[in-house]
Nanobody
Framework: QVQLVESGGGLVQAGGSLRLSCVAS????????MGWFRQAPGKEREVVAR????????YYTDSVKGRFTISRDGAKNAVYLQMNSLKPDDTAVYSC????????????WGKGTLVTVSS
């Protein structure tokens, strides 16, 4: 069983930045991809960004393109989400997920970290 633990959330003013981290522990960690999802109050969970583990191909939802950057560190079993130019609409609980054998199969979820962007 893989455990995913997120950190880095908090309160930030609009226009500010945060960096989220997600570290995996447990059995041998070799996902096909890792992703960041978010769920705002009263809204459905949505994928924010994902990255394939071996070759680093990335995907971003349109609303974060040019502002967020996903990266991974295989040596640390970690995935990061650098969030810049934050907007109040980015307020949500952000969770990381491990995916295999495709991006449509989520094997593990983290518990999430709250990001609050004030106007």
């Amino acid at each position: 069983q893989v455990q995913l633990v997120e950190s880095g959330g908090g309160l930030v003013q609009a226009g500010g930045s945060l960096r989220l981290s997600c570290v995996a522990s447990g059995r041998t960690f070799s996902p096909y991809a890792m992703g960041w999802f978010r769920q705002a109050p009263g809204k459905e969970r949505e994928v924010v960004a994902r990255i394939t583990w071996t070759d680093g191909i990335t995907y971003y939802t349109d609303s974060v393109k040019g502002r967020f950057t996903i990266s991974r560190d295989g040596a640390k079993n970690a995935v990061y989400l650098q969030m810049n130019s934050l907007k109040p609409d980015d307020t949500a609980v952000y969770s990381c997920a491990a995916m295999a054998p495709t991006v449509y199969h989520i094997n593990s979820w983290g518990k999430g970290t709250l990001v609050t962007v004030s106007s």
